[in-house]
């Protein structure tokens, strides 16, 4: 059973993390633990459907590693910026 259940209120925080990620290259595992004051916490700790509405979100850019709006990447998981430079 994962840690972080998928509820309303942990959706909500979620929405945060995806604010706090876009336009950095932080790591996901620090903004969750920081978010969810929870040391130790990891991408597996969390309920499936709740990870799936960060990957609705916001997602990192294979290229540059930054994290973008899901919907600025393409089909490679590619950022806008990246695509321009190529
Ligand atoms: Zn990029």
Redesign the pocket.
């Known amino acids: 059973m994962p840690t972080i259940p998928h509820n309303e209120a942990n959706s909500q925080t979620m929405r945060e993390v995806a604010e706090e990620i876009t336009g950095t290259c932080k790591s996901l595992d620090d903004v969750l633990q920081e978010k969810f004051k929870d040391e130790g916490l990891t991408a597996t700790d969390f309920d499936i459907t709740l990870l799936g509405e960060l990957d609705d979100m916001v997602m990192e850019?294979q290229?540059?590693n930054?994290w973008c709006e899901t919907h600025d990447l393409d089909d490679d998981q590619?950022?806008g910026?990246?695509r321009n430079d190529n």
Do not use: A, K, L, M
């Open positions: 850019c290229e540059c930054w590619i950022c910026d990246c």
